[in-house]
């Protein structure tokens, strides 16, 4: 099981548990308008964001600032910060700049998790700051080969960092297995079946967590949050453990879709005696009577 540790919520996730959504509204790449606040120094939209999204339900936040303006030495830190003094979230700080990251990991008071790919380079400088940080780390199963079209392949890349993971020190509890969603839209036609594979692969060899980046599959298609949700509940009975996703209440998705979330958490195994189901509803005074269109 893994466990991220924010200054007012803890979110465990893993084999056994219900499946956990990242949410990833803090996303410059997206947002060219919080990217000008942001360069500017005004934090405000950030914390908006932030509150926002744990009222949402959110396990933890995506936190992304890559823009060419701005200075991620410089303001990832700050943006983690506010975001986190706003939302009481762990962080999921998704950079591959080591001094950035490291500037953030002094100022913020919660257990983040970051991420790797497979590339030498790439685990040679990240690894060990996951280690020295003391936080959980997200494998991405590619490497200096790309990304393989083949579950058997992604899977390979996901040994390769787990070992070298564990010859530092790294607990498997902080190991995070990404095997990769891509767009459907524009990648061959049974690529979602890849992913489900990978997923069944990691938890057949490796029993780790699993993390998708489920807001890529619909890229692309009409009612794409449609097409992301509908791959999300197929993905939970395979071995998905936490999703990257825009918070379902605020797309076309809305309430029902964290129902539906939750109902599939409890018939997949990850619920027992729908505990966690029945308190969703209880928290949010929906009845047999309650329209959920």
Known sequence: ????????????????????????????????????????????????LAEEQRVHGTGFLHIMIAHPEIDEE???????????????????????????IKRTLDVIDSKPILSVNGEELK?????????????????????EDGISPNAETRISVAEKIVQRARSI?????????????????????????????????VKERLNL???????????????????DFAFLLAAIPTGLDSA???PMIATEIGIRGIVQLNAVNFMSGRDPYAKEYSRYLRKNNLTKKTSLL
């Open 1 to 48: 099981m893994t466990i991220l540790i924010g200054t007012e919520v803890t979110t465990e996730f893993g084999t056994g548990h219900p499946t956990i959504i990242a949410s990833m509204l803090i996303n410059t790449l997206k947002n060219e308008e919080l990217a000008r606040e942001i360069i500017s120094g005004k934090m405000d939209t950030v914390k908006k």
């Open 74 to 100: 410089k303001l990832l830190p700050s943006v983690c910060k506010a975001a986190e003094d706003a939302s009481g979230l762990p962080l999921y700080i998704d950079s591959s700049d080591i001094v950035a």
């Open 123 to 143: 685990m040679k400088k990240m690894l060990p700051l996951v280690k020295d940080g003391n936080t959980a780390v997200i494998c991405l199963c590619f490497d």
């Open 169 to 201: 020190g790294i607990a498997d509890d902080d190991l995070v297995i990404d095997p990769l969603a891509m767009s459907v839209g524009v990648c061959d036609y049974d690529s979602m079946m890849v992913s489900f594979e990978g997923l069944r692969l």
């Open 209 to 227: 967590s699993t993390f998708l980046g489920v807001d890529n599959v619909g890229f692309g298609l009409p009612f794409k949050d449609y097409i």
């Open 244 to 246: 990257l996703l825009e």
